[in-house]
């Protein structure tokens, strides 16, 4: 049973991190928390970030829940939404091109303004939490690589971990996003982040497809 766990846990992560690596308006968010307010509320905004994340692995998780109690037709029918979804997100992904990075309009690194804990902290967990992407996100790769017969508590876990390897890999941003080589190579990148991202989504979603077919 505990390789099972794994095995999901290890599914999740496959799709979950080219999710958070991909450039999006989280990383422009720490982004400008960094460059305009500093390290530190860019730090505080990435654990904003990762707790809201829990916010949306909760009502999936309980949503799902419910769902699967009363309907299997229902949940059978958000699974296949959940892999639409995936190559969806694939597609727009490698339609993405380059992201841009550009700190110009941002305001001076060498005059921040202070920031406070609390709102450094909410301004991530609300700009997350309010992001409806994020919403069929969750519903698509937990409804399609969670058993339903996994334990709640388990599926708590992977959240955790989820939102842990989030939370550090904005800390990183943070203060990789603030040294202008960085930025650069990074920016770089970005299309090609994109499209690896948009293949492993898509692969992800016609892989799971053929899984249910029947």
């Not at 694939?90 to 305001?107: F, H, K, W, Y």
């Not at 992407?133 to 971990?161: C, N, R, W």
């Amino acid at each position: 049973m505990t390789h099972q766990y794994l095995l999901e846990l290890a599914s999740l992560m496959a799709i979950f991190s080219f999710g958070i690596v991909a450039p999006g308006a989280d990383t422009a968010m720490v982004m400008r928390q960094a460059v305009v307010h500093g390290r530190r509320a860019a730090i505080l905004t990435s654990f904003g970030i990762g707790t809201s994340l829990m916010f949306h692995v909760a009502y999936t998780i309980l949503g799902l829940g419910l769902v699967i109690s009363q309907s299997i037709m229902l949940f059978n029918l958000i699974k296949w939404a959940g892999v639409a979804y995936l190559i969806y997100i694939g597609i727009q992904a490698l339609r993405a091109g380059s992201t841009s990075l550009d700190v110009s309009a941002l305001g001076d690194k060498q005059e921040l303004s202070r920031q406070s804990t609390v709102k450094g902290f909410v301004l991530g967990f609300m700009a997350n939490a309010l992001n409806p992407k994020p919403v069929f996100f969750f519903l698509s790769i937990f409804s399609t690589v969670v058993s339903h017969d996994t334990p709640a508590s388990v599926k708590f876990a992977y959240g955790l971990v989820m939102a842990g390897c989030l939370i550090a890999w904005f800390v990183a941003m943070s203060f990789v996003l603030t040294i202008p080589r960085m930025r650069a190579i990074f920016q770089r990148s970005s299309k090609w982040i994109n499209r690896a991202s948009g293949m492993v989504f898509i692969a992800f979603g016609l892989k799971l497809a053929a899984q249910k077919a029947s």
